[in-house]
């Protein structure tokens, strides 16, 4: 994909202390994961290089949490406890921002949601690997 197909989308947690921009092409692909802590809090998201993502405001109101190997770094806001985005085990030189905390999550051409399948993470994680590569 070319640069010039990608656009800045804005987005942000709950109330609005942590704020992001993203850039993306038209047409997105979303990774709904069933790791255990994506299944309990719904996390589909967009994994990008970090050359793709700003985080505007709210970096001091981020806490992050870790688990199993402790690589994926889950940030989330610690005023209201909105994930907006994380730098996932799969991906540590990207960031995974949360689909449905863009603005509008719905302005794209194409949203093609793909199942991951995190349970088996380490027998599947390769097939993300190329999405935070620019």
């Known amino acids: 994909m070319s640069k010039e197909n990608l656009?800045?989308?804005a987005g942000g947690c709950h109330c609005g202390a942590v704020r992001f921009e993203v850039a993306?092409?038209?047409r997105i692909e979303v990774?709904?994961?069933?790791?255990?802590?994506?299944?309990?809090?719904?996390?589909?998201?967009i994994i990008v290089p970090l050359s793709?993502?700003?985080?505007?405001?709210?970096?001091?109101?981020?806490?992050?949490y870790t688990f199993n190997t402790g690589k994926a770094q889950h940030t989330f806001c610690s005023v209201c406890s909105v994930k907006s985005f994380y730098t996932p085990r799969s991906n540590p030189d990207g960031r995974a921002v949360t689909?449905?905390?863009?603005?509008?999550?719905?302005?794209?051409?194409?949203?093609?949601?793909?199942?991951?399948?995190?349970?088996?993470?380490?027998?599947?994680?390769a097939s993300l690997a190329h999405k935070s590569k620019g």
């Open 52 to 64: 793709r993502f700003r985080l505007l405001t709210g970096e001091d109101q981020l806490s992050t």
């Open 99 to 125: 689909w449905r905390c863009l603005d509008d999550p719905y302005e794209f051409t194409s949203v093609e949601i793909h199942t991951f399948d995190g349970v088996n993470w380490e027998k599947n994680a």
């Open 24 to 26: 993306l092409p038209d």
């Open 7 to 9: 656009k800045w989308h």
């Open 31 to 45: 990774e709904d994961c069933n790791c255990s802590v994506c299944l309990k809090s719904q996390n589909a998201h």
